[in-house]
Structure formats: structure tokens, C-alpha cells
């Protein structure tokens, strides 16, 4: 349950802000996408990996800590996806992974997040942890993921999934290959820099500070150099300093930096994750 005053706090910006002026994320190359799932498949498929990755509680320990910290993550999240214009029928859930050691958080296909509480604690104010769940939707709406799982050894057992007779322990074993090779997380530098730019364009639309996502690789940086394999380790990720330095090219085009409305309750949860 969402408290009463955090509910007010989310449904305030839709009513101040005019749809019109949505921004969206900036496309970085045509993308061709010659074969590619459904919707409905990729969905399917996401639902089937969100539920495997729950029943390993060993690699991901569920977090059970405040429900207070478990429903600012949901809401925020929630809140960028609802103002993001990219997949707007795409139903999309946050779930929090109870390991301090990870600063980390990814997104499988079909609009499924999770951050650990070793980023949430990194975190030092809630533009930020914004930053990082837009970027992760931002992987979702440009279908990064879904678009990986057909491709190379991958594809064999999406059709295993979907397009043969196979029986439900093949469906089941190429299920738990897919999931264990997480290919779905593989992504590009072009992939890393739009979500990057999703991240601002969605930040922005939420009235919340772009800065955020910035201020969150440059901690990065100075912990961990220039090219850590910390934060999406799956990734190959572009050098953290330019990254830095397209968002900040991405920001001064911007002409207004809206107000945080969220420092306030996450300062409230902080000391609670
Ligand atoms: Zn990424």
C-alpha cells in the first residue's frame, strides 16, 4: 500500500504538466528489428523469467525490509513508466533484491526492473535512484533485451519456447538456459547511451531533476574508474566519462530544470533500506 500523502505527492505532476510536451528517447541509429517477438511473447516470456529469478532466492535474495522503502522504489518507478510515451500499455513492476554487496540493477524483457539494496544504498537522493529506473525502462521501451533474445545462439531457444511442439520440461529447460546465459542483459554502447538519453527524457517528463542520472555515474567513476563491471555487469558498457558527457549535452538543450518532488520522501526512507 502506497501511503495517502506519497499517493498525493505522485498525482500531482500528471495534473501540472501538459501531455503535449512529453519528450521521448533520442534514437540513436535506425533500428532494424527483422524479426522480433510479439508483445504478447515478450511478455510471456518476461513474466516466465521475472518468476524463476523470484524462486532462486539463493542468487536473489528477496528483500524484506521496510514496505515503506518497497513502495517509494514501486511508486517512482510506476511513476516514470506512466509518463513515458515509448510502450505506454507495457505493464511494468519494481522489485527490490536483498544484497548489499551488488550496486546494481537491471531490467528483463516484458517490463520487469529490480534494483539491489547495495545501489539503493549508494543512492543519495531520489533524482537519482530515478535516473537509474528510467535508464532500466529505457532498456525495456527500446526493446534492448527482447531484441537480443532473438538473436544468435538465443533464437534456437526462443523457438523452443514458441514456435516447435516441444514438451513443457524443453519449454522449462530453454527457459532456465535463456535466463542463465542472460543474454537479455548483453547490451550494446549504442543500447547504453539510449537508455541513457531515456533516462533523461522520462526524468524530465516526471518533474524530477535529470542531474540525477549524471551525478549517479560520476559516484560510479570515482569509485570504481572509468569502466567498472559493476553496474550492469553484463553490459559492454561505454566509458562512464562519456556517458557523463553526452547527458550533459542532452541537459543544457534542455530549457528548464524542474523541481525534485521526491527528495522529501526519500530523504523519509533513506535510513529505513
Ligand atoms: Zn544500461
Redesign the pocket.
Known sequence: MISKSLARNLVLPTILFSLAGLLSCQKLTDVMRPFMLSEDQEVELGDQFKAQILSDTETYPPYTGSQKVTDFVDSLGQYLASVQTDRPDLKFTFTIIDDDEQVNAFAIPGGHVFVYTGLLKNMKNASELAGVLA?EIG?ITQYHGADKMVQGNALELVNTIFFNESDSASITGAIAGLLENMVFLS?SRKD?FE?DSCALAYSINADISPEGMKDFLAFLKSEYGDQPKIF?PM?THPLLSDRIKKINAIISKSSDVPDDMYENEYSKIKGLI
Do not use: G, T
Request: charged residues 30%.
Open positions: 535508464h532498456h547490451f547504453e537508455a550492469e553490459s
